[in-house]
Protein backbone atom coordinates (compact mmCIF):
# COMPACT_ATOMS: atom_id res chain seq x y z
CA UNK A 1 0.00 0.00 0.00
CA UNK A 2 1.47 3.19 -0.88
CA UNK A 3 1.00 6.03 1.95
CA UNK A 4 0.85 9.80 0.07
CA UNK A 5 2.90 12.53 1.16
CA UNK A 6 1.97 15.79 1.96
CA UNK A 7 4.58 18.71 0.61
CA UNK A 8 5.59 21.59 3.12
CA UNK A 9 5.98 25.21 2.52
CA UNK A 10 10.30 24.34 2.65
CA UNK A 11 10.37 22.08 -0.37
CA UNK A 12 10.72 18.67 1.80
CA UNK A 13 7.32 15.89 1.96
CA UNK A 14 6.00 14.25 5.12
CA UNK A 15 4.41 11.00 4.84
CA UNK A 16 1.16 11.27 5.89
CA UNK A 17 0.87 8.06 7.77
CA UNK A 18 3.24 7.53 10.58
CA UNK A 19 3.74 5.41 13.52
CA UNK A 20 3.19 7.28 17.26
CA UNK A 21 5.65 6.23 20.29
CA UNK A 22 4.24 8.22 22.99
CA UNK A 23 3.32 5.89 26.13
CA UNK A 24 5.64 3.21 24.36
CA UNK A 25 7.66 1.84 27.14
CA UNK A 26 11.30 1.96 26.27
CA UNK A 27 11.96 -1.93 26.56
CA UNK A 28 8.50 -2.39 24.31
CA UNK A 29 9.55 0.52 21.54
CA UNK A 30 12.20 -1.13 19.42
CA UNK A 31 10.08 -4.12 18.90
CA UNK A 32 6.96 -1.88 18.12
CA UNK A 33 8.67 0.16 15.77
CA UNK A 34 10.72 -2.84 14.05
CA UNK A 35 6.72 -3.76 13.40
CA UNK A 36 5.81 -0.96 12.25
CA UNK A 37 8.26 -0.79 9.30
CA UNK A 38 7.81 -4.27 8.67
CA UNK A 39 4.15 -3.29 7.79
CA UNK A 40 5.13 -0.31 5.74
CA UNK A 41 5.17 2.68 7.95
CA UNK A 42 7.96 5.01 7.27
CA UNK A 43 7.44 7.65 9.53
CA UNK A 44 7.82 7.27 13.23
CA UNK A 45 7.14 10.28 15.40
CA UNK A 46 9.13 10.48 19.04
CA UNK A 47 9.92 13.05 21.63
CA UNK A 48 12.82 13.32 24.05
CA UNK A 49 10.15 13.50 26.41
CA UNK A 50 8.73 10.22 25.31
CA UNK A 51 12.50 9.02 26.91
CA UNK A 52 12.38 6.47 23.78
CA UNK A 53 14.65 7.93 20.93
CA UNK A 54 17.23 5.36 21.32
CA UNK A 55 15.11 2.69 20.70
CA UNK A 56 13.81 4.38 17.79
CA UNK A 57 16.96 4.77 16.21
CA UNK A 58 17.74 1.45 17.05
CA UNK A 59 14.62 -0.17 14.94
CA UNK A 60 15.32 2.00 12.05
CA UNK A 61 19.00 0.76 11.88
CA UNK A 62 18.07 -2.77 13.12
CA UNK A 63 15.80 -2.79 9.92
CA UNK A 64 18.28 -2.25 7.49
CA UNK A 65 16.47 0.37 5.38
CA UNK A 66 18.17 3.39 4.75
CA UNK A 67 18.14 6.29 6.91
CA UNK A 68 16.51 8.10 4.34
CA UNK A 69 13.92 5.75 3.69
CA UNK A 70 12.15 6.59 7.13
CA UNK A 71 11.03 9.70 8.13
CA UNK A 72 11.36 10.88 11.84
CA UNK A 73 10.31 13.42 14.07
CA UNK A 74 11.42 14.47 17.23
CA UNK A 75 10.60 17.14 19.83
CA UNK A 76 12.23 20.06 21.86
CA UNK A 77 11.29 19.03 25.18
CA UNK A 78 9.72 21.61 27.86
CA UNK A 79 12.68 21.99 30.56
CA UNK A 80 15.07 23.33 27.52
CA UNK A 81 13.25 26.31 25.72
CA UNK A 82 16.22 28.95 26.05
CA UNK A 83 18.60 28.68 23.29
CA UNK A 84 21.66 27.51 24.74
CA UNK A 85 19.43 24.22 26.59
CA UNK A 86 17.83 24.15 23.14
CA UNK A 87 21.27 23.59 21.23
CA UNK A 88 22.08 20.59 23.94
CA UNK A 89 18.73 19.64 23.95
CA UNK A 90 19.18 19.02 20.17
CA UNK A 91 22.47 17.27 20.01
CA UNK A 92 21.02 14.86 22.71
CA UNK A 93 17.92 13.70 20.16
CA UNK A 94 20.57 13.53 17.37
CA UNK A 95 22.80 11.33 19.76
CA UNK A 96 20.48 9.27 20.99
CA UNK A 97 18.37 8.22 18.04
CA UNK A 98 21.98 7.63 16.79
CA UNK A 99 21.35 9.77 13.24
CA UNK A 100 23.02 13.21 12.17
CA UNK A 101 19.55 14.60 10.93
CA UNK A 102 15.93 14.25 11.83
CA UNK A 103 13.55 15.51 9.15
CA UNK A 104 11.36 17.48 11.70
CA UNK A 105 12.04 18.67 14.66
CA UNK A 106 9.19 20.44 16.96
CA UNK A 107 8.98 22.34 19.89
CA UNK A 108 6.77 20.44 22.01
CA UNK A 109 4.60 22.87 23.82
CA UNK A 110 5.06 26.56 23.83
CA UNK A 111 4.59 26.75 27.45
CA UNK A 112 3.50 30.69 27.06
CA UNK A 113 3.20 31.21 31.27
CA UNK A 114 6.71 30.24 31.45
CA UNK A 115 10.37 31.54 30.10
CA UNK A 116 8.86 35.23 30.31
CA UNK A 117 6.24 34.04 27.79
CA UNK A 118 9.25 33.80 24.85
CA UNK A 119 9.04 30.88 22.52
CA UNK A 120 10.17 33.42 20.10
CA UNK A 121 13.88 32.94 20.87
CA UNK A 122 13.13 29.24 20.87
CA UNK A 123 11.60 29.27 17.62
CA UNK A 124 15.07 31.06 16.33
CA UNK A 125 17.40 28.21 17.63
CA UNK A 126 15.19 26.42 15.81
CA UNK A 127 16.09 27.92 12.79
CA UNK A 128 19.46 27.82 12.85
CA UNK A 129 19.01 23.66 13.32
CA UNK A 130 17.47 24.07 9.92
CA UNK A 131 19.90 26.24 8.29
CA UNK A 132 22.53 23.79 9.63
CA UNK A 133 20.64 20.76 7.93
CA UNK A 134 19.89 18.91 10.85
CA UNK A 135 16.67 19.75 11.24
CA UNK A 136 15.47 19.21 7.59
CA UNK A 137 12.24 20.61 8.71
CA UNK A 138 11.05 22.87 11.74
CA UNK A 139 7.82 23.31 13.00
CA UNK A 140 5.74 23.44 16.36
CA UNK A 141 3.11 21.59 18.60
CA UNK A 142 0.15 22.76 20.28
CA UNK A 143 0.56 26.10 19.52
CA UNK A 144 -2.07 28.08 19.50
CA UNK A 145 -3.13 31.16 16.86
CA UNK A 146 -1.76 33.92 18.94
CA UNK A 147 0.96 31.91 19.41
CA UNK A 148 1.53 31.25 15.91
CA UNK A 149 0.32 35.22 15.06
CA UNK A 150 3.66 36.12 17.46
CA UNK A 151 6.07 34.57 15.71
CA UNK A 152 4.96 35.39 12.21
CA UNK A 153 5.01 38.88 13.27
CA UNK A 154 8.52 38.84 14.97
CA UNK A 155 10.70 35.81 13.24
CA UNK A 156 11.33 34.78 9.57
CA UNK A 157 10.47 31.28 9.07
CA UNK A 158 7.08 29.88 8.85
CA UNK A 159 6.51 26.78 10.55
CA UNK A 160 6.37 23.60 8.35
CA UNK A 161 3.88 21.90 10.84
CA UNK A 162 2.22 22.06 13.89
CA UNK A 163 1.20 19.07 15.72
CA UNK A 164 -1.95 19.70 17.60
CA UNK A 165 -4.71 16.93 19.23
CA UNK A 166 -7.15 16.55 16.76
CA UNK A 167 -9.83 13.46 16.80
CA UNK A 168 -13.38 13.42 16.52
CA UNK A 169 -14.31 14.74 19.52
CA UNK A 170 -12.03 17.96 19.24
CA UNK A 171 -11.47 19.37 15.71
CA UNK A 172 -9.53 22.08 17.24
CA UNK A 173 -10.62 23.95 14.12
CA UNK A 174 -9.46 27.59 15.42
CA UNK A 175 -6.08 26.17 15.01
CA UNK A 176 -6.48 23.59 12.02
CA UNK A 177 -7.84 26.52 9.78
CA UNK A 178 -5.47 28.89 10.62
CA UNK A 179 -2.24 26.06 9.81
CA UNK A 180 -4.13 25.79 6.62
CA UNK A 181 -4.28 29.35 5.30
CA UNK A 182 -0.82 29.78 6.61
CA UNK A 183 0.45 27.13 4.44
CA UNK A 184 1.48 24.93 7.91
CA UNK A 185 1.00 21.45 7.59
CA UNK A 186 -2.07 20.03 10.44
CA UNK A 187 -0.51 16.94 12.24
CA UNK A 188 -3.11 15.15 14.14
CA UNK A 189 -2.01 13.64 17.87
CA UNK A 190 -4.02 11.10 19.64
CA UNK A 191 -6.06 10.86 15.91
CA UNK A 192 -8.11 7.69 17.51
CA UNK A 193 -8.81 10.24 20.97
CA UNK A 194 -6.76 6.98 22.59
CA UNK A 195 -9.28 4.68 21.84
CA UNK A 196 -12.11 7.09 23.21
CA UNK A 197 -13.94 7.69 20.04
CA UNK A 198 -14.17 3.53 18.93
CA UNK A 199 -17.43 2.88 20.46
CA UNK A 200 -18.97 6.02 18.98
CA UNK A 201 -22.23 4.87 17.46
CA UNK A 202 -21.68 7.33 14.79
CA UNK A 203 -18.70 5.69 14.12
CA UNK A 204 -19.54 1.78 14.46
CA UNK A 205 -22.53 2.47 11.96
CA UNK A 206 -19.76 4.05 9.15
CA UNK A 207 -17.60 0.91 10.15
CA UNK A 208 -20.59 -1.84 9.60
CA UNK A 209 -21.48 -0.06 6.55
CA UNK A 210 -18.00 0.40 4.83
CA UNK A 211 -16.69 -3.12 6.26
CA UNK A 212 -14.02 -1.51 7.87
CA UNK A 213 -12.86 -1.17 11.94
CA UNK A 214 -13.89 1.88 13.51
CA UNK A 215 -10.02 3.39 13.84
CA UNK A 216 -9.86 2.43 9.86
CA UNK A 217 -12.73 5.00 9.68
CA UNK A 218 -11.36 7.44 12.40
CA UNK A 219 -8.13 7.07 10.28
CA UNK A 220 -9.20 7.28 7.11
CA UNK A 221 -11.36 10.99 8.02
CA UNK A 222 -8.50 12.03 9.09
CA UNK A 223 -6.93 11.08 5.87
CA UNK A 224 -9.50 12.92 3.91
CA UNK A 225 -9.24 15.98 5.35
CA UNK A 226 -5.85 16.44 4.99
CA UNK A 227 -4.15 15.56 8.60
CA UNK A 228 -0.98 13.88 8.73
CA UNK A 229 -1.81 10.94 11.27
CA UNK A 230 0.85 8.59 13.70
CA UNK A 231 -1.59 6.33 15.41
CA UNK A 232 -0.06 4.75 18.53
CA UNK A 233 0.04 0.86 19.12
CA UNK A 234 1.78 -1.90 20.42
CA UNK A 235 -0.44 -4.66 19.07
CA UNK A 236 0.69 -6.10 15.84
CA UNK A 237 -2.59 -6.54 14.19
CA UNK A 238 -3.64 -3.10 15.25
CA UNK A 239 -0.56 -1.44 13.90
CA UNK A 240 -1.41 -3.45 10.78
CA UNK A 241 -4.98 -2.55 10.93
CA UNK A 242 -4.32 1.35 11.39
CA UNK A 243 -2.26 1.15 8.11
CA UNK A 244 -4.76 -0.36 5.89
CA UNK A 245 -6.85 3.09 5.10
CA UNK A 246 -5.56 3.51 1.61
CA UNK A 247 -8.15 1.39 -0.15
CA UNK A 248 -11.15 2.74 0.68
CA UNK A 249 -13.47 6.31 0.64
CA UNK A 250 -15.61 7.99 3.00
CA UNK A 251 -18.97 9.45 1.32
CA UNK A 252 -18.84 13.64 1.84
CA UNK A 253 -21.68 12.99 4.27
CA UNK A 254 -19.94 10.49 6.48
CA UNK A 255 -17.11 13.26 6.99
CA UNK A 256 -19.64 15.41 7.64
CA UNK A 257 -21.50 13.24 10.12
CA UNK A 258 -17.86 12.49 11.73
CA UNK A 259 -17.44 16.28 11.61
CA UNK A 260 -20.76 16.51 14.11
CA UNK A 261 -19.15 14.98 17.08
CA UNK A 262 -17.26 17.79 17.92
CA UNK A 263 -17.28 18.81 21.38
CA UNK A 264 -15.25 21.86 21.36
CA UNK A 265 -13.07 22.52 24.65
CA UNK A 266 -14.64 19.43 26.48
CA UNK A 267 -13.62 17.15 23.99
CA UNK A 268 -10.06 18.00 24.80
CA UNK A 269 -8.38 14.94 25.63
CA UNK A 270 -4.98 16.21 26.60
CA UNK A 271 -4.17 19.82 28.59
CA UNK A 272 -5.15 23.30 26.89
CA UNK A 273 -1.56 24.46 25.67
CA UNK A 274 -3.02 28.23 27.07
CA UNK A 275 -2.31 26.48 30.34
CA UNK A 276 0.14 23.42 30.20
CA UNK A 277 3.37 24.57 32.18
CA UNK A 278 4.85 20.70 33.03
CA UNK A 279 8.66 20.45 33.29
CA UNK A 280 9.98 17.32 33.43
CA UNK A 281 12.31 17.23 36.49
P1 LIG B 1 -3.91 7.35 19.66
O1 LIG B 1 -5.10 8.16 19.34
O2 LIG B 1 -2.97 6.97 18.58
O3 LIG B 1 -4.43 6.05 20.41
C1 LIG B 1 -3.59 5.06 20.92
C2 LIG B 1 -4.45 4.09 21.73
O4 LIG B 1 -5.42 3.48 20.87
C3 LIG B 1 -3.66 2.99 22.36
O5 LIG B 1 -4.30 2.69 23.59
C4 LIG B 1 -3.83 1.81 21.40
O6 LIG B 1 -3.79 0.59 22.10
C5 LIG B 1 -5.22 2.06 20.86
N1 LIG B 1 -5.35 1.64 19.46
C6 LIG B 1 -4.50 1.90 18.43
N2 LIG B 1 -4.95 1.37 17.29
C7 LIG B 1 -6.13 0.75 17.59
C8 LIG B 1 -7.05 0.02 16.82
N3 LIG B 1 -6.86 -0.20 15.52
N4 LIG B 1 -8.15 -0.46 17.45
C9 LIG B 1 -8.35 -0.27 18.77
N5 LIG B 1 -7.51 0.45 19.55
C10 LIG B 1 -6.39 0.94 18.96
O7 LIG B 1 -3.14 8.08 20.87
P2 LIG B 1 -1.70 8.68 21.16
O8 LIG B 1 -1.91 9.61 22.29
O9 LIG B 1 -0.67 7.66 21.29
O10 LIG B 1 -1.36 9.58 19.87
C11 LIG B 1 -0.63 9.11 18.75
C12 LIG B 1 0.70 9.80 18.65
O11 LIG B 1 0.56 11.22 18.63
C13 LIG B 1 1.62 9.56 19.85
O12 LIG B 1 2.17 8.27 19.88
C14 LIG B 1 2.62 10.67 19.65
O13 LIG B 1 3.52 10.32 18.62
C15 LIG B 1 1.70 11.82 19.21
N6 LIG B 1 1.30 12.67 20.37
C16 LIG B 1 1.82 13.94 20.42
C17 LIG B 1 1.50 14.79 21.44
C18 LIG B 1 2.06 16.17 21.45
O14 LIG B 1 1.92 16.87 22.46
N7 LIG B 1 2.71 16.61 20.40
C19 LIG B 1 0.61 14.37 22.55
C20 LIG B 1 0.09 13.03 22.39
C21 LIG B 1 0.42 12.24 21.33
P3 LIG B 1 -2.56 -0.49 22.06
O15 LIG B 1 -1.27 0.29 21.97
O16 LIG B 1 -2.72 -1.22 23.35
O17 LIG B 1 -2.80 -1.34 20.85
Redesign the pocket.
Known amino acids: MSIPNIELNDGHSIPQLGF?????HPRETAQAVSEALEVGYRHI???EM?GNEREVGEAIRDSGLDRAEVYVTS?LNNGFHRPDDAREAFDRTLAELGFDYVDLF?I??PLPTLYDGDFVSTWRTLEEFNQHGSARSIGL??FQVAHMERLAAETDTVPAAN?I?L?PYFLNEEVRSYNEAHGIATEA???????EV?DDPVITAIAERVGR????VVLRWHIQRGNVV??????RE?IR??FEVFDFDLAPGDIEDINGLDKGESGRI?PNPDRFAYVPS
Do not use: C, M
Not at 190 to 195: D, E, N, R, T, V
Not at 230 to 235: A, E, G, L, Q, R
Open positions: GVFQIDTAYKLHWSNQEHWSPLAQGLTPAQFPKSVTRENG
